[in-house]
C-alpha cells in the first residue's frame, strides 16, 4: 500500500508498505478519507511522534476490508468512523469509562501507524458506525468534531443560553454548530480572520 512514513520530523517520504495484519479482535479498514489535524503539522514537521519511523494521520474514515474472527455487529464494505485513542480498558480510569484518561493507552497515528495510508487495522472498540449514504470526508471529521461538543458539554449548556466561540478554525466551526443544534439562542464568535468569519456565520454565528 501507498503510505506517507515520518522517519524524523521534516522527512516524510512516500513508500509502499505492507498491508498490515490485523487480529481476530480488529478489522482492516480501507481509508477513505482523512483530515489534517493542528497536531499533525508540528508533529511531523518539527516535533516528531511517540515513535519513528510512522505513519501519522488520525482524522480519518474508511470502510471495512476484511474482518478478524471475533469480530461481530459489522460487514465488510461498511463505511465507518474511527476514534483514534485506544484505551488499555483495564486501568482505573478505563474501567469507570474514563477512556481519555487511560494510563496505559495507544494511539492511531502518533503511537502506531495512522491513515497517510491506504489500510489501517483496528481495534473493533473503536468503530463507529456511520450512516451509509453520508460522505466519507464528513465521516472524517468525528474526532474534531466530538472535541467541540465535549467541550460545550463540560460548559453544560442548555438551550435558551447563549454562548461565545473564540477561534473559529475547524473545532470553534463545529461548535458554532453543536450550540445552535442544542438551542442556544445567540452565538457570538471572534477570529482575526475575515473568510473565517465568513465562515462561522455559515455555521451559525449570529455576530
Not at 458554532?176 to 475575515?194: C, F, H, N, P, Y
Request: charged fraction near 20%.
Amino acid at each position: 500500500m501507498r503510505s506517507l512514513v515520518m522517519y524524523k520530523p521534516g522527512d516524510l517520504r512516500l513508500e509502499d508498505r505492507p498491508i498490515p495484519e490485523y487480529g481476530p479482535d480488529e478489522v482492516l479498514v480501507r481509508v477513505a478519507a482523512c483530515g489534517v489535524c493542528g497536531s499533525d503539522i508540528p508533529r511531523m514537521l518539527t516535533k516528531g511522534a511517540h515513535r519513528m519511523p510512522i505513519i501519522c494521520g488520525h482524522e480519518f474514515s474508511g470502510r471495512i476490508a476484511s474482518l478478524g474472527a471475533n469480530v461481530k455487529g459489522f460487514v465488510k464494505g461498511e463505511l465507518v468512523a474511527i476514534p483514534p485513542l485506544i484505551p488499555c480498558r483495564k486501568c482505573d480510569q478505563c474501567l469507570t469509562t474514563n477512556y481519555s484518561r487511560c494510563k496505559d493507552y495507544s494511539y492511531i497515528g502518533s503511537r502506531r501507524d495512522g491513515a497517510y495510508a491506504e489500510y489501517v487495522n483496528v481495534p473493533v472498540g473503536n468503530l463507529l458506525k456511520a450512516p451509509q449514504t453520508l460522505d466519507p470526508r464528513a465521516v472524517a471529521m468525528t474526532d474534531p468534531a466530538s472535541i467541540a461538543l465535549h467541550a460545550i458539554w463540560k460548559a453544560s449548556m442548555t438551550a435558551g443560553t447563549r454562548g461565545a466561540v473564540v477561534g473559529c478554525g475547524p473545532i470553534g466551526l463545529f461548535a458554532i454548530q453543536w450550540m445552535r443544534m442544542l438551542g442556544a439562542t445567540a452565538v457570538a464568535a471572534t477570529d482575526v480572520s475575515e473568510r473565517k468569519l465568513e465562515l462561522a456565520r455559515e455555521a451559525g454565528a449570529t455576530l
